[in-house]
């Protein structure tokens, strides 16, 4: 019994280590954003929705940062690891408050996808991180909830400060 156990986990250990080591095949996706993807539609959502849009984006930005920081020497490592945390922290607000909204857990469990080109996928995370603040604007105004309203203003103002380093590395990649 111990022996099959032992086995199953050195033959699971085997395809993890081939993944850690960029040894696997290009048919293991699960851990590579879309960068490049168009930005949701442009409609004026109720709060629910646009808490669901915001979900969305920031999973993108959060997971494409994550991906894209392995293929940067130290220095763009470390900044794209810091906008990686910056969005998981605040999705992990954000599906707070779509449960508070909603009463459903989870929210905006989509796959992103693959990433591009390298400076292609960082000008996609620029641009989104981008229109990432200006929708977290536009749910902030339109709250009624004055808690929520203050977090997402403070979220418009993180995810210029992210879109800012993105922009600079991007700057500096030349």
């Known amino acids: 019994m111990m022996d099959d156990i032992l086995k199953g986990s050195l033959s699971d250990f085997d395809a993890v280590w081939q993944r850690v080591t960029g040894q696997g095949g290009d048919d293991d996706d ?6 490049d993807r168009p930005a949701g539609p442009e ?11 915001l979900i969305h984006d920031e999973t993108c930005a959060g997971a494409c940062a994550a991906a894209l920081s392995r293929s940067f020497p130290a220095d763009g490592r470390a900044v794209l690891q810091r906008i990686a945390a910056g969005s998981q922290r605040r999705l992990r607000r954000l599906r ?3 449960f508070i ?14 990433p591009a080109e390298k400076l292609a996928s960082l ?52």
């Open 30 to 35: 699960r851990n590579t954003p879309v960068c």
């Open 43 to 53: 409609k004026a959502p109720v709060p629910e929705d646009a808490l669901l849009l």
């Open 96 to 98: 707070a408050e779509w």
């Open 101 to 114: 909204a909603t009463g459903v857990a989870g929210g905006g469990n989509e796959d992103c996808g693959r």
């Open 123 to 174: 000008r996609a995370i620029y641009l989104q991180l981008r229109t990432l603040a200006e929708r977290y604007d536009a749910a902030s105004d339109k709250t009624p909830d004055p808690d929520l309203r203050d977090a997402l203003a403070a979220f418009a103002d993180q995810a210029r400060c992210a879109a800012r380093e993105a922009r600079a590395l991007l700057i500096d990649s030349f």
